[in-house]
């Protein structure tokens, strides 16, 4: 441990008062008395305790939050080991259960906030919300859905989104959703892998101040998706149910009180998709128990919701962000859905939807708080944040420059909470905790019941140094198995490759002495250069400082001779040019900011950078594309926002191939 006054100043510390009123201080509390917690130590005795005694924390998660359980479990864990483990078993529940309980002491509470681009916000009621589930789920009853049927949504994220996932839950079936920005093919799939019964679908959508028709690429999905039995037409543009859909109307006007089937806890609750950047993507299935244990802790505890609060994340419906916000309802919290671009009608859009809607908790993705710095947005001085206490960030690691901007430009007083987990777990490995200080570059801790670590090649955990993130003991929400993998041999391949028995999740890490996390990026795509290893967000966030640079991407190629080529390819601003004078900035705030090791052998101007769908830079595929490999084997052509980006990199590799392994 280094020495008390070696410690960095926190950048944010909570008060006593905030410390107090927590809900995990308050659960500590609770747990120590009725569960053996320790009662001193505050976070890090509590986490400790956590993980030591997974189940007993668990059992307590499920009293605390009190978890209905239409029958008894037996035990916590009936099988430990990864993958595989088995929760709760015996117990029966139901998730829509839980999430519309609030409509019971509430009624009249707004439960949701819709707000599209015009910034309106519409509210729905927990009762309006209560009543259209029960509506719909008894019609989907009627239309011969059954438990474990996959019922699909291609949708925008609005409040018939959420009455559908919610219904579905509550028929024991299965929800799916893409957003309506995927084209044909990377709907299909996705959907064609899980066989939907059912298909939500709408008629279009407004985005950048434009509509946008999808009749046709419904008709396709239609066409293409032979299992369907009935689809349903939400028609947010206004246009006429084609011929043979249901009208949304006439299955959400009726009174039937909601029935909750009751459903083993590991019972299918939901499919997420994985970028899928080779193959199809991975159809991650996740447990109604799993995800409610886990969604309950991790907004309950570590984002501290509750019924005074309200919840606004910035997601599309084809991001599991979308489903963790949806979860906002479990603690009672209004969520907040906002549907339109993240910068129309401009880069402050986000900004002023919290405004608008008094949002609480803001998430957002850590793109977007660059973005914001680089267009000079003044978050505070042009909107009423008063009631903001955290912005959340996710996506990628939130640059040091992030915290400092967000802490100058929204209140020197903001929890920020940069967290970190995945799509594959539908939560944070480690993020938000509201009785701990906040570091500039850092996310505050790992989170309850999360045996995080951080791992060397040999397997032996590491602090201070970089490794490969892992987690060493079961959480309720790991996928209970992929969709069509019927011997688990893709889940193992996904996880457990590396260390047999524990999860391998791609992404390097530093844990530091005080139990707070750095992220570097993924470690399939990580930098290493004469042994020295380095994430690539670390070169994004020095490179992409300079002005003239809009995004970068960086690849490091072991190479056959024994070599090691890394080039950085940048997509200049408007009107830049990538002349010596610029060529020689980027090598210099590399050199001095990161390491002489890490300036780039290249600096190659690219037409831009490909993401996947969700909005990731896409690196491994592209190094898979300069060693060499066909696009069509580097890459699923469907998980790519731009796939003429990735042909320009493939140019490339062929006519470095051409030149021995050299470019230009």
């Known amino acids: 441990m280094t020495s008390e006054h070696a410690q960095p100043e ?19 509390a609770w747990a120590a008395e009725r569960h053996g917690a320790p009662a001193d130590g505050g976070y890090p005795a509590l986490h400790r305790w956590s993980i030591e005694h997974l189940d007993t924390f668990w059992q307590a998660v499920a009293e605390w939050f009190d978890i209905r359980f239409s029958t008894p479990y037996e035990r916590v864990l009936g099988d430990r080991s990864m993958p595989g483990a088995q929760w709760f078993p015996g117990a029966t529940l139901n998730y829509a259960e839980h999430a519309l309980r609030a409509a019971a002491d509430r009624p009249d509470a707004a439960a949701l906030l819709h707000v599209d681009e015009t910034q309106e916000a519409t509210p729905i009621s927990w009762a309006e919300l209560r009543r259209q589930v029960g509506a719909l789920a008894a019609e989907l009853r009627a239309l011969g859905v059954r438990p474990g049927d996959r019922v699909s949504g291609y949708l925008p994220n609005i409040p018939q989104a959420v009455t559908a996932l919610l219904a579905t839950a509550a028929v024991g079936a299965v929800w799916t959703s893409c957003a309506p920005d995927f084209g044909a093919r990377s709907v299909l799939d996705r959907f064609q892998q899980v066989e939907p019964v059912v298909l939500f679908t709408i008629d279009g959508y407004r985005y950048g101040g434009k509509e946008h028709d999808r009749r046709d690429t419904v008709a396709e999905l239609r066409r293409e998706l032979p299992t369907l039995r009935a689809v349903v037409h939400i028609p947010l543009l206004g246009t006429d149910a084609p011929e043979g859909a249901l009208e949304w109307s006439a299955l959400t006007d009726g009174d039937a009180e909601p029935v909750f089937e009751q459903v083993p806890f590991d019972h299918p609750l939901w499919v997420l998709y994985s970028s899928g950047t080779t193959g199809l993507p991975k159809a991650i299935v996740q447990s109604q128990g799993g995800i409610l244990l886990e969604h309950f802790k991790q907004l309950g505890l570590h984002c501290d919701l509750g019924p ?15 489903n963790f916000l949806v979860s906002g309802l479990l603690t009672g919290t209004t969520v907040v859905l906002y549907d339109g671009s993240p910068g129309y009608p401009d880069t402050g859009a986000q900004w002023r939807v919290a405004e608008l809607t008094g949002t609480t908790l803001y998430g957002t993705s850590a793109a977007y708080v660059m973005a914001c710095r680089k267009a000079g947005v003044h978050p505070s001085r042009d909107h009423d944040l008063s009631r903001i206490t955290c912005v959340a960030t996710t996506g990628s690691p939130l640059p040091p420059d992030g915290f400092r901007w967000l802490h100058d430009e929204v209140r020197d007083d903001l929890w920020i909470a940069s967290v970190s987990g995945g799509t594959d777990v539908c939560s944070c490995f480690a993020g938000a905790v509201p009785t701990l200080p906040v570091h500039v570059g850092e996310l505050q801790a790992a989170c309850l019941g999360t045996d995080l670590q951080s791992w060397d090649p040999q397997g032996k955990p590491v602090t201070g140094e970089v490794g490969e993130l892992v987690v060493t003991q079961p959480m309720p929400s790991m996928p209970i198995h992929f969709w069509n993998d019927p011997d688990g041999s893709r889940y193992r391949d996904s996880y457990f490759d590396m260390y047999p028995g524990v999860w391998r999740h791609g992404d390097w890490i530093t844990l530091t002495d005080r139990g707070s996390v750095v992220i570097h990026g993924r470690s399939d795509s990580t930098l290493n250069r004469q042994g020295v290893r380095m994430g690539s967000a670390d070169i994004y966030e020095a490179v992409e400082r300079l002005p003239e640079i809009r995004e970068s991407l960086v690849i490091g190629l072991e190479e ?32 001095t900011e990161l390491s002489p090791r890490h300036v780039p052998d290249e600096i190659i101007e690219v037409p831009g950078v490909p993401h996947t769908l969700t909005g990731k830079r896409i690196e491994v595929p592209v190094k898979r594309l300069l060693q060499g490999t066909d696009l069509a084997k580097a890459v699923n052509p469907g998980s790519v926002d731009n796939l003429d980006l990735l042909r320009f990199y493939e140019g490339l590799a062929r006519s470095r191939a051409a030149q021995g392994g050299k470019t230009g």
Not at 308 to 322: C, H, I, K, L, N
């Open 560 to 591: 056959p001779d024994g070599g090691y080529w890394m080039p950085l390819f940048v997509h200049l601003a408007e009107g830049a040019v990538l002349d010596e004078d610029l060529i020689d900035r980027i090598k210099r705030t590399i050199r």
């Open 308 to 322: 005074e609060d309200r919840f606004f994340w910035y997601t599309s419906t084809g991001w599991m962000m979308w």
């Open 10 to 28: 926190p950048l944010w510390q909570p008060d006593q008062d905030r410390i107090a009123t927590a809900a995990v201080t308050r659960f500590q």
